[in-house]
C-alpha cells in the first residue's frame, strides 16, 4: 500500500495511487477503531491481562503550543501526534497509510479524500467533510509548513458531506502533498478548537481534539498528561501490524537533561523514551530493554543572510564553511556516531546528494584571511550534542580563524522561538532538521521560501527564486529519476554557493521498557504507535 511514486498529472491520464484501508486484512483488523480504544488496558487487575494502562515518557520541552498551525517545537509535534487526527499517516520507506481518511487517490495535482463515517471530535461533534475542511484550509491559511504540504500555489480545498468526501486540487503540481498531509501539522483542529483558537493553543479546549487522545493535564515545566478518547478515532494500520494496545493514559514528564532521562528508565519511572548521547550507551547495557538507533536529525549550518548582516557575502559563508570540518564536528556532536552528510537532508531521503563532490573542502588559512577580527553570533539548540556540543565546537572552529565569537544554546523551543521572531540576534545556527515527511523540500524549506515573518520556513532570509523554480521543475516531473536529476542541481548549486554547511546526523535511540513498543522508521517515531505489550 503505497510506494509514494505516483507523480503523473491527470492530463496524462495516468490514474492516481488509490489506498483504502483493509487492503488484505479483515474486517476486525480494519475496525480497531473502537475496539482498540475500549481496550486498551486495564491497569494491573484488568481482564485484558497487561501490566498497566500507562506509557510513562519524557519529553525534552514544554509544547509550544497545543494548536496544530502554531507547532515549532518537537515536544509538540509529539504530543499533537496524538491529540489530533491526520488524513493519513506516514509507514515505512516513505509510503503513506490510511488515517481519517479511509481511502484516498492523490497524484501532483491534488487528491481526494474518503472521510470515514464514524469520526468525530472530542466532544462528539461529527467530523464530516466540512470539518475537515475548513480545519485544512486554517492550516494553509496560518502554518509556516504549509509549503511543504501543498506547494507554492493556493490549494482549492472542497467537501461534500452528502458523498463524505474531501477534494483538493492544487494551482501547481507538487508531489510531495502526499506524504506532507500526514505531518502533524495538518491534524484536523475541530470546529470548537477553530472558534478559540487561543484557548485551543493553551490547551483549555477539548472539543477541538480529533484524535485518540485528550489533554487531561498541563503543568508547564513539569508534565503534560493525555488519555485515550472511548470512541469515535481509528488507529492507523501499519503495513507491520503493532502488537499490544494503546495505552489509557500517556504521562510525559519534561525533562531537560538526557543523562536525566537515562536515570528514569534505570530506576522504573520511565517506560520509552528517545535518548542520545552518552545516554544511549547506559540504557543499552542494562537488561530489560529494547533500543533501535536512527539518524533523528540532520544537523547542517543554516546562515542569516539578511541584508546587513555578515553571512549575506557568499565569500564570508564560504570561509565559515572552510574553517568548520564535518568529522571534527561529528567528534563533538555524536562521538563519533553519526552519518557525514553531504546535503540539507540524509542519505535515505529521495534524490539525497551522496559523496564528497561538490563540498567545500577544509583550508585553515583561508578561512582565516576573511573571519579574522570579524564578530559572530552562533546560536543553536543544546539537541546538537550533549549540551550543545555541536554549537561550541563551532564557535571554536571560528575562533580558530581569528574570529570573535559569542555562542548561546537552548531548549528546542526557546530556539525555534528566537530563530522566527528574532533574526537580528544571531548569524549562524546549526539547524537540527527533523524532516519527518522525508522529503528534499522538507530541508530545502529552511533555506528558500517565504521568511519566517511571512509565514513560512526560511529562516535564512535568502531569496532564491532561480531555486524555487527548479523545485517548481522537479515537482511536475512524473518520472523520478528524472525529478532526482533537477534536486541534484538543487543541491550542488546551493553548495558552491556555501548556501548552508553540512554536517552529521545526530544518532538517536529508541529505548522501550520491557512490556511497552513504539515504531521506528525512517528517522521517525511516530507516538500514535505506542502500544503497551506486557
Keep these: 500500500m503505497g510506494d509514494g511514486k505516483t507523480e503523473a498529472g491527470r492530463d496524462a491520464k495516468v490514474p492516481r495511487r488509490r489506498c483504502w484501508a483493509g487492503a488484505g486484512a479483515s474486517a476486525a483488523a480494519v475496525s480497531l477503531v473502537l475496539s482498540g480504544c475500549t481496550t486498551g488496558g486495564g491497569g494491573p487487575d ?48 516513505n509510503t503513506t497509510v490510511p488515517g481519517l481518511a479511509s481511502e484516498y487517490e492523490v497524484d501532483p495535482h491534488g487528491g481526494e479524500f474518503t472521510i470515514r463515517e464514524d469520526a468525530t471530535c472530542a466532544d462528539g461533534t461529527p467530523l464530516t467533510p466540512t470539518v475537515v475542511a475548513d480545519s485544512l484550509e486554517a492550516f494553509a491559511a496560518a502554518s509556516t509548513v504549509k509549503e511543504v504540504v501543498f506547494g507554492k500555489g493556493d490549494p482549492v480545498i472542497e467537501a461534500d458531506d452528502e458523498a463524505g468526501v474531501v477534494s483538493i486540487s492544487l494551482s501547481e503540481p507538487w508531489a510531495d502533498m502526499e506524504r506532507g498531509l500526514a505531518l502533524t501539522q495538518t491534524g484536523i483542529v475541530c470546529p470548537a478548537g477553530l472558534a478559540d483558537p487561543e484557548g485551543t493553543a493553551a490547551g483549555e479546549v477539548e472539543g477541538a481534539f480529533s484524535g485518540g487522545y485528550v489533554l487531561a493535564g498541563h503543568q508547564p ?20 501490524p503493532l502488537e499490544g494496545v494503546p495505552p489509557q493514559k500517556v504521562a510525559y514528564s519534561i525533562m531537560s537533561d538526557y543523562n536525566a532521562v537515562a536515570n528514569g528508565l534505570l530506576t522504573d519511572t520511565l517506560d520509552y523514551s528517545t535518548v542520545n548521547g ?7 547495557e542494562e537488561e530489560g530493554f529494547t533500543t533501535s538507533r536512527y539518524a533523528g536529525a540532520s544537523m547542517f549550518i543554516v546562515f542569516n543572510q539578511r541584508e546587513g548582516m555578515p553571512m549575506a557575502d557568499a565569500e564570508t559563508r564560504r570561509a565559515v564553511a572552510q574553517a568548520v570540518g564535518r568529522e571534527a564536528f561529528n567528534d563533538a556532536a555524536t562521538d563519533g556516531e553519526g552519518e557525514l552528510l553531504s546535503s540539507y537532508v540524509p542519505a535515505g531521503v529521495p534524490c539525497a546528494h551522496t559523496g564528497d563532490e561538490g563540498l567545500i573542502a577544509q583550508d585553515a588559512e583561508a578561512a582565516s584571511a576573511v573571519l579574522d577580527g570579524l564578530s559572530l553570533n552562533v546560536f543553536g539548540t543544546t539537541s546538537s550534542g550533549p549540551n550543545g556540543a555541536g554549537n561550541s565546537y563551532v564557535a571554536q572552529a571560528l575562533e580558530a580563524a581569528g574570529a570573535e565569537v559569542s555562542v548561546r544554546s537552548v531548549d528546542d523551543t526557546t530556539w525555534a522561538t528566537e530563530l522566527a521572531t528574532r533574526p537580528e540576534s544571531w548569524d549562524l545556527t546549526v539547524y537540527p532538521q527533523l524532516n519527518l515527511p522525508r522529503t528534499q523540500y522538507s530541508g530545502l524549506a529552511q533555506l528558500i521560501g517565504p521568511l519566517p515573518e511571512q509565514g513560512g520556513q526560511n529562516s535564512s532570509g535568502a531569496e532564491r527564486p532561480e531555486t524555487e523554480a527548479l523545485v517548481g521543475e522537479a515537482m511536475a516531473q512524473p518520472d523520478e529519476e528524472a525529478r532526482c536529476a533537477v534536486y541534484e542541481e538543487i543541491q550542488t548549486s546551493l553548495l558552491d554557493d556555501a548556501a548552508f554547511v553540512p554536517l552529521a546526523t545526530l544518532p538517536t535511540q529508541v529505548t522501550t521498557r520491557e512490556g511497552f513498543s513504539i515504531r521506528q522508521y525512517g528517522g521517525y517515531v511516530p507516538t500514535i504507535s505506542m502500544r503497551i505489550t506486557g
Design 46 to 93: 484488568g481482564e485484558d491481562g497487561y501490566s498497566t494502562d500507562t506509557m510513562r515518557v519524557a519529553l525534552m520541552a514544554d509544547p509550544n503550543s497545543f494548536l496544530p498551525t502554531e507547532y515549532t517545537a518537537l515536544s509538540s509535534l509529539i504530543t499533537g501526534h496524538l491529540l489530533y487526527a491526520t488524513l493519513l499517516y506516514g509507514d515505512e520507506d
Design 221 to 240: 515545566g513539569v508534565s503534560v498528561d493525555l488519555e485515550l478518547r472511548e470512541e469515535g478515532f481509528t488507529f492507523p494500520e501499519y503495513a507491520v
Design 278 to 284: 552518552e545516554a544511549m550507551a547506559r540504557v543499552t
